[in-house]
């Protein structure tokens, strides 16, 4: 089993920084791609920033400049780091990979629990 456990949320002020950190645990060959989703309330869940093994990255466009997504493949832990931060991003963020458990097997989303991050006007 892989289990995805993040830590990191809060309350902040408008303008404020946060870094959620997740950590992958288990029995698995290789995670392909980590990412970050948020769901706010009454909404959808969305897709903040995604990051593959070599490090190439891609954002949405409402935290492009401001969010910064990273990983340590031999943690294998994905970060964000949360810059300028907005009541807008105020939401539940999800920590998602895509881990093929053996070198043969197909790959699988996992999912963590969810973080809260509260921005504060």
């Known amino acids: 089993q892989v289990q995805l456990v993040e830590s990191g949320g809060g309350l902040v002020q408008s303008g404020g920084s946060l870094r959620l950190s997740c950590a992958a645990s288990g029995s698995f060959f290789s995670i392909n791609l980590m990412a970050w989703y948020r769901q706010a309330p009454g909404k959808e869940r969305e897709l903040v920033a995604k990051?593959?093994?070599?490090?190439?990255?891609n954002y949405a466009d409402s935290v492009k400049g401001r969010f910064t997504i990273s990983r340590d493949n031999a943690k294998n832990t994905v970060y964000l780091q949360m810059n300028s931060l907005k009541p807008e991003d105020t939401a539940d963020y999800y920590c998602n990979a895509v881990v093929q458990r053996t070198y043969s097997s197909p790959r699988f989303n996992y999912w963590g629990q969810g973080t809260q991050v509260t921005v504060s006007s």
């Open positions: 990051i593959i093994t070599g490090g190439a990255a």
